[in-house]
C-alpha cells in the first residue's frame, strides 16, 4: 500500500513538473525604431563605409601615439569608476543566480536530542511522573514546481540586467578611454600653444631690442619703447597662463588612470598630427555598435520579462514537501530501521481569491515600466545619431575652418616679416609692426585650437560609434557568468 500511494505521488509530481512548460505574460519583441539609411552630415564630406575599420578594444591606437596608448593602457588596470562598474557587473550575475535557485528544491535537515519530564499532577497521570528521551534525525525537502513560468521569466529578466549591465561596464570603460583621449588632445593643444608663444615672445624679445636701438638714436619715440615691452610682457603673461590648464588636464588623466596626480608627469609634446579618417558606416548599425543602446535594449527585455512575473501571481501555487528521518526514545535505537518515518504529498495549494485589485495593479505597473524602458530605449538611440551628426559635423566644418586657419597664419608670418623691414627703413610704424605680430599670434593660436579641436571631435566620433564595440561582445543569455575580462587585477 505504501508502494502504491508512492507511486501515485510520484504520478501527481511528474504531471505538475509537465504543467510547468506554461509560461504566462509576452514574450518578448525587440522594440522597433526608424533609423535613416545614411548620415545627412557626412554628404559631400567623406564617403559612408559600411565596413568597421576602428580598432575593436584598443581603438586609440588609430592616432599612433605611443605616449597615448601607454597612458590609455593604465585605465583597464586601475581605473575606480570602471572597478565600480565591474562590480556592479558581477553583483548582476549573482542576482541571475538567485533567480535560477528558484528552479530547485529546497533542501534541510538536522538533529535534536531532548529529555523531557512529565507532571505528576497532570491530569490522567495518577500520581506518577515519567521522564524520557527523544532522540531525533530529520530532513526535509521543498518545491514550489514553476508551473506558470514565473521563475523563467524572473530568470530571463536577471540575465537581460545582467547583459544591460555588461554594456554598462563596456560605456564605463569607453567613456573612461574617451575623456583621457580628449584630456590628451587638449593638453598637447597647450604644448603647442606653449611653444608658439615661447618663440613670440623670444620675437617680441628682438623687436623691443630694435625699437630701443631706435630710440636711442632718436628715431625712434619713448612710447614705442614703452608699446614694445607691454606686448613683452602680455606674451609672457599669456604663456605662464597655459600652464594652469596644462597642470590641471595632467592631473585629470592620472585620476583617469587610477594614480595620485603627484605621480604622473607627461613631457610636453607639440601637435604633430592630422586626424584620421573614421568610417561611419551606416545608422542602423549603430544599434549594434554602441553599449548605451545595447544596455537600454537589455532593460527594456528585462522590464517586458517583469510583466510574466506579475501576471504569474493571477494563478495558484502548488508546494511540494517531504519529510523523513530516523526517531527513537533511547541512543541505541535511533539509526535503526525500524524508527524511520516519512511524509509525502502537497504541503499546500494556494490561490488568492480577493487582493483589492493589487494583481491587477502590479500588472499595470510592469506594462507601464516597460512601456517606460522602451521610450528610453528609442530616446538613446536617437541620442546616438545626434551624438554621430554632431561630430560628423564638427569634423566637417572643422576641417574646412583648419585649413583656413592655417592659410591666415602663414599670411600673418609673411606680413610681420615685411612690416618689421618696412620699419627698419622708416616706412612703417612701431604700432604697425605690433599690430601685424598680434594678428599673427592670434591667428597661429586659432590655428592650433582648430587642430585640437578636430582631434577631440574625432575622438567624440569614435565614441559615438561606439569605440569598435559590438553586441556580440555581451555575455550570452545561455551562460552569464562565464565572460572573463582581461587586465582586471581584481
Not at 606653449?194 to 623687436?207: A, D, E, H, P
Not at 491587477?360 to 545619431?385: H, I, K, M, N, P
Not at 592650433?448 to 555575455?475: E, F, I, K, M, P
Request: proline fraction near 4%; include cysteine; aromatic fraction near 6%.
Amino acid at each position: 500500500m505504501a508502494r502504491l500511494q508512492l507511486i501515485k505521488h510520484a504520478t501527481v509530481a511528474l504531471l505538475l513538473a509537465v504543467l510547468s512548460a506554461c509560461t504566462v505574460g509576452p514574450d518578448y519583441v525587440k522594440p522597433k525604431v526608424e533609423t535613416p539609411p545614411s548620415y545627412k552630415e557626412v554628404e559631400g564630406w567623406k564617403k559612408a563605409e559600411p565596413q568597421d575599420s576602428i580598432s575593436r578594444g584598443s581603438w586609440w591606437t588609430i592616432y599612433n601615439d605611443e605616449q597615448l596608448n601607454a597612458l590609455e593602457a593604465q585605465v583597464n588596470i586601475s581605473n575606480q569608476n570602471l572597478a565600480a562598474a565591474e562590480a556592479q557587473y558581477r553583483q548582476a550575475l549573482a542576482l541571475v543566480q538567485v533567480a535560477r535557485a528558484a528552479y530547485f528544491p529546497t533542501v534541510t535537515a538536522g538533529p535534536s536530542v531532548s529529555r523531557s519530564r512529565t507532571s505528576a499532577n497532570a491530569r490522567g497521570s495518577q500520581g506518577v511522573s515519567d521522564t524520557s528521551s527523544d532522540y531525533l534525525l530529520s530532513g526535509q525537502v521543498t518545491w514550489q514546481p514553476d508551473l506558470w513560468g514565473k521563475v523563467r521569466r524572473q530568470v530571463e529578466s536577471s540575465k537581460a540586467s545582467a547583459q544591460a549591465s555588461d554594456a554598462d561596464l563596456e560605456g564605463v570603460r569607453l567613456s573612461m578611454q574617451g575623456q583621457l583621449a580628449q584630456d590628451y588632445f587638449v593638453l598637447r593643444t597647450l604644448d603647442s600653444q606653449n611653444q608658439i608663444l615661447t618663440t613670440t615672445v623670444g620675437n617680441y624679445r628682438k623687436f623691443l631690442a630694435l625699437t630701443k636701438n631706435r630710440y636711442a638714436t632718436g628715431v625712434a619715440a619713448q612710447s614705442d619703447v614703452l608699446t614694445a615691452q607691454t606686448q613683452v610682457e602680455t606674451a609672457e603673461a599669456q604663456l605662464i597662463d597655459t600652464g594652469v590648464q596644462r597642470a590641471q588636464l595632467e592631473h585629470a588623466i592620472a585620476v583617469l588612470m587610477g594614480k595620485a596626480p603627484s605621480d604622473l608627469t607627461i613631457p610636453a609634446t607639440p601637435l604633430d598630427l592630422t586626424p584620421p579618417d573614421i568610417p561611419s558606416g551606416i545608422p542602423s548599425e549603430l544599434l549594434e555598435r554602441r553599449p548605451d543602446i545595447a544596455a537600454a535594449e537589455r532593460q527594456a527585455a528585462a522590464a517586458n520579462a517583469l510583466i510574466g512575473v506579475a501576471e504569474a501571481a493571477y494563478y495558484p501555487n502548488v508546494t511540494l514537501s517531504a519529510t523523513g528521518g530516523f526517531e527513537a526514545s533511547s541512543l541505541a535505537q535511533w539509526f535503526l530501521w525500524p524508527s524511520r518515518f516519512w511524509t509525502l504529498g502537497p504541503a499546500a495549494v494556494q490561490e488568492t481569491l480577493l487582493d483589492g485589485g493589487l494583481r491587477r495593479a502590479q500588472t499595470e505597473q510592469a506594462r507601464a515600466a516597460y512601456d517606460a524602458s522602451a521610450a528610453t530605449y528609442r530616446q538613446t538611440v536617437l541620442a546616438g545619431f545626434q551624438q554621430v551628426e554632431d561630430n560628423l559635423a564638427a569634423l566637417r566644418i572643422l576641417e574646412q575652418e583648419g585649413k583656413a586657419a592655417d592659410a591666415a597664419a602663414d599670411s600673418a608670418k609673411k606680413n610681420v616679416v615685411i612690416t618689421i623691414n618696412q620699419y627698419k627703413v622708416g616706412t612703417a610704424s612701431a604700432l604697425d609692426v605690433i599690430v601685424t605680430e598680434a594678428i599673427a599670434l592670434n591667428d597661429e593660436l586659432t590655428a592650433v585650437n582648430v587642430l585640437g579641436r578636430r582631434l577631440t571631435s574625432d575622438v567624440l566620433l569614435v565614441q559615438a560609434l561606439g569605440g569598435g564595440w559590438s553586441t556580440a561582445d555581451l555575455a550570452s543569455d545561455k551562460f552569464v557568468g562565464q565572460k572573463h575580462y582581461k587586465g582586471f587585477p581584481w
